[in-house]
């Protein structure tokens, strides 16, 4: 018989339809599927286009970007009043710090970042060592710079604090004792002892039922009442307290709902294999916990982030309070000035919430493979 006619090897692949493919085909896929779809994404594009030319003529085009007072921007039709942010920009960043020490929180904040990178990377090892720099080493050495009255550092009070350090001194101390506390939370509510239950239900009821504020007044007015004698907190720490206080139980929920995810099966299967429920709870059940609760976590994180300008109201200048007094500055008072401080507040307050959430999603999509075994 004659195999003329018999292929012997596969046919080559042909090229997709065109619109299947490339840039056009995600156009078409996600933005131009329908009818409805292709009006809604033209509607939503014309919105965007607009807001983006009122945003770049007023902070660009119109925008005023040299002089030394109110006058260079007191003028019809001006758009944003850079002068005023580059003159205003360090106190911003510093706050009341003595211009002669600025370069030590500079320095605890670089320190703190050379520290942190490799902690973000997955591929670099050491991590359990880092981990104990950063909650244990860093913590002293960033306060020692930014406080002194050690090695020949002259003392700074926390009254003179403010913009920025402020900021990120609260979000980050809360962050860190929020996350811990507010894990053993939702494990002492998941557990089978009655006291401890009942305390931390307790605690993450009556914490996440008062408004922070009221919690930042309360820190700053009552918890000097509950010190021994002798022992006294300035108002940067209580509110520090407050705030983490106020986080944990919020985070204790949200790692609460990771908990109650993961199957008892798991449980069952740890124990099987002759591990302490203990043990079973923190090398099984807990990481998946938290790798579910990722997006809460950071959520929480974010808001945390944002809370931070209500310290305000006990007197503490975070960069938000320090942009809203600089603007009682007589030589800046012009029309343009309260806007132009603001968007630059924004801004720096869309890049640190837009960071830490793409840094989740980055964590997630590591881990999901993990979740899928």
Do not use: H
């Not at 600025?102 to 050379?114: E, K, M, Q």
């Not at 998946?288 to 310290?311: E, H, M, W, Y």
Request: contains cysteine.
């Amino acid at each position: 018989m004659s195999m003329a006619y018999v292929r012997d090897r596969d046919a080559p692949l042909r090229a997709p339809p065109v619109g299947t493919a490339g840039a056009l085909g995600w156009l078409r896929e996600n933005l131009f599927l329908s009818l409805g779809n292709s009006l809604l994404t033209l509607l939503l594009a014309v919105a965007i286009g607009y807001i983006a030319w009122g945003v770049l003529d007023w902070a660009v085009l119109r925008a005023v970007w040299t002089g030394a007072d109110r006058a260079a921007c007191a003028i019809n039709n001006a758009g944003a009043c850079w002068p005023f942010v580059w003159e205003k920009f360090p106190q911003w960043i510093f706050g009341f710090y003595p211009i002669s020490e600025r370069w030590r929180p500079v320095t605890a904040f670089l320190i703190g970042a050379a520290a942190l990178v490799p902690m973000l990377m997955p591929g670099l090892g050491a991590k359990k060592w880092n981990a104990l720099f950063l909650l244990v080493v860093y913590p002293v050495i960033a306060f020692e710079l930014l406080a002194g009255g050690l090695f020949g550092l002259p003392e700074v009070e926390t009254t003179s604090w403010g913009g920025l350090t402020v900021t990120l001194v609260v979000a980050v101390t809360g962050i860190v004792f929020s996350l811990p506390l507010g894990i053993l939370l939702a494990l002492g509510r998941q557990s089978s002892l009655p006291i401890i239950r009942s305390a931390s239900v307790a605690f993450i009821e009556i914490w996440r039922g008062v408004p922070l504020v009221t919690v930042l007044f309360m820190a700053s007015v009552m918890l000097p009442l509950f010190l021994p004698n002798g022992v006294s907190l300035d108002k940067l720490m209580r509110a520090i307290v407050g705030l983490s206080l106020f986080a944990s139980a919020y985070m204790a929920e949200a790692v609460r709902g990771g908990l109650q995810a993961v199957t008892k099966g798991q449980t069952e299967a740890g124990l099987a294999l002759g591990l302490s429920r203990w043990q079973t709870t923190r090398k099984i059940v807990l990481p998946q916990a938290l790798r579910i609760s990722i997006p809460n976590i950071v959520g929480i994180f974010i808001g945390l982030f944002k809370d931070t300008t209500l310290v305000l109201v006990v007197s503490i200048y975070d960069f938000l309070g320090i942009i809203n007094a600089g603007l009682q500055d007589a030589k800046w008072a012009a029309p343009q000035t309260a806007n132009t401080g603001y968007f630059v507040a924004a801004l720096v307050y869309f890049a640190f919430c837009f960071a830490m959430s793409r840094y989740a999603l980055f964590t997630e999509r590591r881990l999901e493979p993990a979740g899928r075994r």
